[in-house]
């Protein structure tokens, strides 16, 4: 997805939904690496982290376009809406990153016992 810097020429409303485009699909890849832990596919759910944090990050990039405006900007219902998608993307994953840790250590330790 492109990632350009928020121009005044009507691109927000593009660029808001890219937001939530993007972490729609950091949602969908840290959803898929529980499922992937769960089943013990490490492997496979790390690919699926790193897929989640480079939509987080290309997502931010927007973002960071709408705070360098925001002086200039009138609430926008819609940017409020896709920072939450991009916070809830956050937090599952960052989620899934401690909770495949947590089993790593688990299964080792049950190992070396």
């Keep these: 997805m492109n990632v350009e810097t928020i121009r005044e020429d009507g691109q927000e409303m593009d660029q808001i939904m890219q937001m939530i485009l993007l972490a729609g699909d950091a949602q969908t890849a840290a959803l898929g690496a529980f499922d992937c832990i769960a089943d ?57 990153e401690k909770m495949a840790a947590v089993v790593k250590k688990m299964e080792e330790r049950g190992t070396n016992k």
């Design 40 to 96: 013990g596919r490490y492997g496979e759910a790390e690919s699926k982290l790193t897929e989640a944090r480079k939509s987080i990050s290309q997502a931010h990039r927007i973002h960071a376009g709408f705070l360098t405006q925001v002086a200039d900007m009138q609430p926008n219902v819609l940017l409020i809406h896709a920072l939450d998608h991009l916070t809830m993307a956050t937090i599952y994953t960052t989620l899934a």
